[in-house]
């Protein structure tokens, strides 16, 4: 059996991932905004978890500005859509024992 994946376990990441990599590969990825009432996250805890699943290069983060306002997006990687399924595939299977 493989291992779980502890930088998705936890369960801001898993939550973020999971909405994430629901999307279609080719999506414009979700807002700061939409994800943070997604997860109810505070806004320094989610920049935290984003930042983490960043370093991992499971996500990628744009930044911009869309009529003067600031507006990041998060969108999932092919390195964490793969992550994500495997780790989904480990709880699966401890379920299934």
Do not use: C, W
């Amino acid at each position: 059996m493989t291992a779980a994946n502890e930088i998705i376990h936890q369960t801001l990441r898993l939550r973020l991932m999971a909405a994430l990599t629901a999307l279609p590969p080719k999506s414009e990825g979700l807002d700061f905004a939409r994800l943070k009432k997604l997860t109810g996250a505070t806004d320094g805890n989610l920049g935290a978890h984003i930042a983490a699943l960043e370093r991992a290069d499971y996500v990628t983060v744009e930044k911009m500005f869309v009529d003067r306002k600031p507006r990041t997006v998060v969108k999932a990687t092919g390195t964490g859509r793969k992550a994500f399924a495997e780790h989904v595939a480990f709880l699966k299977s401890i379920i299934e024992q």
